[in-house]
């Protein structure tokens, strides 16, 4: 009896072992990824905006075979979409009389790939509106709504001057939308008469004060550069990245059709 207690102890053992290895092993796939949690004080407006913003579709470029294939032969991870889609255009015929022929060409300096390391978003990045009401002499609440008295134009943009700003900006909002899933944009339009049926209700005696901010993602990383030189020898097509550098890079990405909402009631004005 006590052999075969001694057997199941073990037997124990090495199943907990085994879950317990199982369990760090276990990575988290990108479902596993959560939304940004968005306050109750944020709301939508896509359908009560009067300016009608684009959408910012920026689906991540797939790389053709031909380009896949030198992509990989590359010791730095390539990720910038531009340098994707030259590669994409480029054809490069394996002849069989390319055999001796030895050619490097020098593709210039690229952003080659994004690192994200912090991806934090500020529900009151910028004052857009103030609506107002002074409820001191009325007998019963008031009713206030949010009326957009005026368009306004938000932007965003790197927090420093970078070569290729505009691939770097690309590359910092993909991963910016990747990390929160928020409809971003380094530009946003809010239209003058813009509306919500939320009420904010104004005591008597009180003065009401309805403030409505454009938010924004405060994204931060590191971007890496380098040398692109596409080097054949006989029919071998490779990718080669030389003087790589790395630089600290951060961005203000506003959230596109977002407004947040601050109420405030006083018994005098501010």
Do not use: C
Not at 61 to 89: A, F, G, W, Y
Not at 108 to 116: M, V
Not at 122 to 133: F, M, R
Not at 225 to 235: A, D, F, H, N
């Amino acid at each position: 009896m006590k052999k075969y207690r001694v057997i199941f102890i073990l037997l124990l053992s090495l199943l907990v072992l085994s879950s317990t290895i199982q369990a760090e092993n276990k990575k988290p796939s990108p479902s596993d990824k959560q939304k940004a949690n968005i306050p109750n004080s944020v709301l939508d407006i896509t359908k009560e905006n009067t300016y009608p913003n684009p959408t910012q579709d920026l689906p991540y470029l797939q790389p053709s075979e031909l380009t896949q294939e030198l992509i990989d032969t590359s010791k730095v991870e390539i990720e910038n979409p531009n340098l994707i889609r030259m590669l994409n255009e480029s054809t490069m015929n394996k002849s069989p009389f390319s055999i001796g022929m030895r050619a490097t060409i020098y593709l210039g300096e690229w952003p080659l790939n994004y690192s994200s390391t912090e991806t934090a978003p500020n529900w009151e990045y910028q004052k857009i509106n103030t609506n107002y009401y002074d409820n001191r002499s009325g007998k019963s609440n008031y009713k206030l709504h949010y009326v957009q008295e005026a368009q306004k134009k938000v932007n965003g943009g790197l927090t420093a001057k970078v070569p290729h700003s505009e691939d770097v900006q690309k590359m910092m909002l993909l991963k910016a939308m990747e990390k929160t899933k928020l409809p971003l944009s380094f530009k946003t339009i809010i239209g003058a008469g813009t509306k919500k049926d939320q009420v904010y209700n104004i005591e008597p005696k009180r003065l009401g004060y309805l403030y409505a901010y454009a938010p924004a993602v405060n994204e931060k990383g590191k971007i890496t550069y380098g040398e692109v030189y596409l080097v054949m020898k006989g029919s071998k097509r490779t990718i080669v990245v030389k003087n790589v550098t790395s630089q600290g890079i951060g961005a203000w990405i506003p959230v596109q059709d977002h407004v947040s909402f601050g109420f405030v009631a006083s018994d005098s004005p501010r």
